[in-house]
């Protein structure tokens, strides 16, 4: 295999021998014993039957809302699924990052975005129940797939892009996409962990680069088609940007929770330190201001433009329950979490960053709800509102609950962080200057 | 009667000390130590050769508890601010100050110009409308915190200034090139030349020598 040279880049730089000199180190690395990297099942079992139950009581309850209607039911396990989905995107997101700029210091924190990148597949299965149901019942929420607005001239303008076939082809290549990167990009790193072979790590970054490409443009369509397309009359161009700004935001809150757990577990010693965590915490503090500047700046123009197609999406958001709801996220997934992460103290403590995470979550959920639930009372007599709030709690709950405990699955089949990466000299002495 | 303000280490002091230096007429508090020939003592240098070196004497001089002391080197040395006892530096606060205080102003004034001194109807919008304020309490937060974090910067490390004492030492010349200093200040509390000079020369500095202030 030709040698690429390139300037800067610990690996690339890199020969064999000098990888060698790595392997040689990180074999003696201390932080890098079996016990202080690996995940025992039974070490997970406790937590894993509680996260299972959790997902079996959420569900259980959330299917309590098909008794009010069938779409309030609907609505509640679809924030559920969107929730973890959401999250499951954001992590395949930060690995394609993670390798697209060669960053040494995340190549410990790596592996656990790996595995929750590699629950999207599963994510996957549900969004396909999902359009399975939508299709079968001619539209519960995604409405344009019914009959009721056959001849609407806006339906008639998109008619090309609004229609079933093309609605499944789409699906199929989003999952198809992430499905290949999020299993290839854990099967990769993990074969290193095997092999020991470098080369794998460029191949990890040269199939980022046309993957994340691929991935700004799935999940923008993804969410036009799930997300937007419930009132197939309403557009915003920015809406591609805001379910991303959801993805990227929750992710890092769910996983500072995974990497505050494995360290109260006495996990990841010496490997994930409180230097990693400000890292960690400095990107969700960014993606805090990032949703706060992308939610506003949609507002803003649809709200300065008055184009009565667009602002019908935010007029139905300050009226009724919605009113409430509308002022709740923008203090809770922009306003409290700005403040709380804006400090140094509480990014470097494992138990602050995570209950900073879980709050964030918590807004994130709020986030789903806002978009989807005031779509089921469209159109309809019977107002449900935020009636059914026990319903969409057990639903994301449920979720986060079952995907908590596939996630386990997947922390346990392989060491907890990458061993053989070439940049691990560089992640393991990690140090924030400032 | 004890004049306080001009007590070594306080804060009233370091201020009209930092007026005396840049601005021309203003009286400088007169200096702690002078030379036999009347010369005010700006401290103590000493040379090392390796950054080895200096870092373990970073360390010593940081034990005896010494406040008003620098370290020079020609290129940063990791971890060298743990060896000398680096506070965090407080200006986060500042900024934060400055910057709250910026768009907490910009929401007031567009508040009171477009819904009380002048209202005016635009393309139908409401008054006191929050949203298009919010663009301009943005720039109104971010520009003088950036002013606040450059500036501030700048004042707490005593920038800008067109001359230091040490420039004046022939052998601190090198300290672009191959030499590491410490330099101990007669403004510290605890300075005493004996002392200092004992303690940097038992830290394994080769060449100590007494640095007058020539401003």
């Known amino acids: ?434 | 009667m004890a004049d306080t303000r001009n007590k070594p280490g306080s804060w009233t002091r370091d201020i009209a000390m930092m007026m005396g230096t840049y601005i021309p007429g203003f009286a400088k508090p007169p200096a702690r130590f002078v030379t036999e020939d009347g010369r005010a003592v700006h401290g103590v240098l000493a040379e090392f050769k390796t950054p080895a070196e200096v870092y373990h004497a970073a360390e010593k001089v940081r034990d005896k508890g010494y406040k008003r002391w620098d370290l020079y080197s020609p290129f940063p040395i990791h971890g060298i601010e743990g060896a000398m006892g680096f506070k965090r530096t407080k200006l986060p606060l500042l900024v934060a100050a400055i910057g709250f205080t910026g768009a907490g102003l910009g929401l007031l004034l567009q508040y009171w110009v477009s819904a009380v001194a002048y209202p005016l109807v635009v393309q139908g919008k409401p008054y006191g409308a929050w949203e298009p304020f919010v663009p301009i309490m943005f720039e109104l937060g971010v520009l003088p915190s950036a002013f606040a974090a450059l500036f501030g910067m700048l004042a707490l490390n005593g920038l800008p200034r067109f001359h230091h004492p040490l420039l004046g030492q022939k052998s601190f010349w090198r300290v672009s090139d191959d030499r590491f200093f410490i330099c101990i200040e007669a403004e510290d509390t605890k300075f005493d030349a004996q002392e200092v000079r004992t303690l940097l020369e038992s830290a394994g500095s080769t060449n100590v020598e007494l640095v007058e202030d020539d401003a």
Not at chain 1, 21 to 37: F, G, S, Y
Not at chain 1, 251 to 262: G, Q, R
Not at chain 1, 361 to 382: C, N, R, S, W, Y
Request: net charge neutral; charged share 15%; aromatic share 16%.
């Open chain 1, 1 to 434: 295999m030709s040698q690429i040279s390139t300037q800067s880049s610990p690996d690339a730089a890199m020969d064999d021998h000098a990888y060698q000199a790595v392997l040689d180190r990180l074999a003696t690395e201390p932080a890098l014993a079996d016990d202080n990297i690996t995940l025992t099942s039974a070490e997970a079992a406790g937590v894993s039957r509680l996260l299972l139950g959790l997902g079996v009581v959420g569900l259980v309850i959330a299917a309590g809302g098909f008794a009010l209607n069938f779409r309030a039911g609907f609505a509640a396990m679809q924030i559920g699924l969107f929730a973890v989905t959401a999250i499951a995107l954001g992590a395949l997101f930060f690995v394609l990052v993670f390798h697209i700029t060669n960053a040494g210091w995340c190549a410990t924190i790596r592996r656990q975005f790996e595995n929750v990148a590699s629950l999207l597949p599963l994510c996957m299965i549900g969004v396909a129940v999902l359009l399975v149901v939508e299709l079968a019942t001619g539209g519960t929420l995604l409405r344009w797939l019914g009959t009721d607005y056959e001849g609407h001239h806006l339906m008639v303008h998109k008619e090309g892009y609004l229609n079933p076939t093309f609605l499944v082809i789409r699906f199929l290549v989003y999952a198809g996409i992430w499905t290949f990167l999020a299993f290839r990009m854990r099967g990769w790193s993990t074969e290193q962990d095997q092999s020991g072979d470098r080369w794998l790590t460029r191949r990890m970054r040269f199939n980022s680069g046309w993957g994340i490409l691929a991935f700004a443009l799935t999940t923008a369509f993804f969410a036009f088609d799930f997300l937007m397309g419930m009132d197939f009359r309403f557009f915003s161009t920015m809406w591609g940007v805001y379910f991303f700004a959801a993805c990227a935001f929750s992710s890092l809150a769910f996983l500072a929770i995974v990497f505050a757990w494995l360290m109260s577990k006495g996990k990841l010693q010496g490997v994930v330190t409180s230097e990693h965590l400000h890292d960690h915490g400095k990107l969700m503090f960014a993606f805090t201001v990032f949703w706060g500047y992308i939610a506003f700046s949609q507002y803003f123009l649809i709200w300065y433009s008055n184009i009565p197609e667009e602002t019908m999406f935010y007029i139905f958001r300050r009226t009724g329950d919605w009113a409430l709801l509308s002022k709740v996220l923008i203090a809770v997934h922009f306003l409290i979490p700005f403040f709380l992460l804006v400090s140094r103290v509480p990014k470097r403590n494992p138990r602050f960053i995570a209950a900073i995470g879980a709050f964030m979550l918590f807004a994130h959920a709020i986030d789903m709800t806002f978009i989807i639930q005031p779509m089921v009372d469209a159109g309809e007599e019977k107002v449900i509102g935020l009636s059914s709030w026990w319903a969409i709690a057990g639903g994301v709950l449920g979720f986060i609950g079952i995907f908590g405990f596939l996630l386990l699955r997947k922390m346990v089949a392989v060491p907890l962080t990458a061993t053989k990466d070439p940049r691990l000299p560089l992640a393991l002495n990690h140090k924030n200057y400032v």
